[in-house]
């Protein structure tokens, strides 16, 4: 879909989204053994992982490794991404999602915001899952790139079959940052990233895989990010 990089048009940017209805996800860490259980509001997710060409059109740049404008962005850290989420919500006279303090590096979050924003790591599993259970929503040739068949690189978006709900590379292709801290007693300010890579074996491409790091420093070739909003109905709930 194309977008004009002067002018970014609303609504070919809002039909980027599918909506994912209410439920639950069983989330689970097996580096502690634990099994959790979550509610998920509907929301609105990007039915891709956000590409170059989005990215350089709110940015004015593009730090990706593999260039290209369909290729997911990567090669940038948790910040950038969510600086991203808040130009993007500028340019759309959308309330911004995060207040960030350049002097401390703390981010504050604002639930309630009208803008863009990552997905916490329980809606991305949930939205992942489509509402299942399963730690794969096909089989893995059709449906993600991953380290046997993605020849050494990102690829374009869009090209594999999506889950149920509509949503493209939820696997391989490039992990995707979260909005979660991981552990904050462990890891400090490490926040969560999802889904597998594109050389990533078949046994780290699954729903349910759990990495971090960083959320300033770092960046690698296949780390980028997808991006969330509130349900209108949701928005309309809380005063917005």
Not at 88 to 100: G, N
Not at 108 to 113: I, L, N, V, W
Not at 131 to 145: C, D, F, P
Not at 194 to 220: L, N, Q
Request: hydrophobic letters at 35%.
């Amino acid at each position: 879909m194309e977008i004009d990089k002067k002018n970014v048009d609303k609504k070919k940017i809002e039909n980027l989204f599918v909506t994912i209805p209410k439920g639950t996800v069983e989330m689970r860490d097996d580096r502690v053994k634990k099994v959790w259980t979550r509610e998920i509001e509907s929301f609105r997710l990007s039915k891709f992982p956000v590409t170059q060409y989005l990215y350089a059109a709110i940015m004015n740049e593009n730090p990706a490794t593999f260039k290209g404008e369909k290729l997911p962005v990567e090669t940038l850290s948790w910040i950038e991404a969510v600086k991203f989420c808040n130009k993007l919500s500028e340019k759309l006279a959308k309330s911004q999602c995060y207040v960030i303090d350049n002097t401390s590096k703390m981010v504050s979050f604002d639930a309630k915001a009208s803008g863009f924003r990552l997905p916490t790591e329980a809606e991305w599993q949930y939205a992942c899952q489509a509402g299942e259970k399963n730690t794969r929503y096909g089989e893995l040739e059709k449906i993600a790139w991953y380290k046997k068949n993605a020849d050494n690189r990102t690829q374009e978006v869009g090209q594999k079959q999506p889950n149920s709900w509509g949503l493209y590379d939820m696997l391989g292709n490039v992990w995707e940052w979260c909005s979660d801290i991981y552990d904050e007693t462990v890891y400090g300010s490490y926040r969560v990233f999802r889904g597998g890579g594109w050389c990533d074996v078949e046994r780290s491409v699954m729903a349910t895989t759990r990495r971090r790091s960083h959320p300033y420093s770092f960046k690698i070739d296949d780390l980028g990010f997808r991006i969330a909003v509130n349900s209108i109905e949701n928005n309309s709930k809380k005063g917005i």
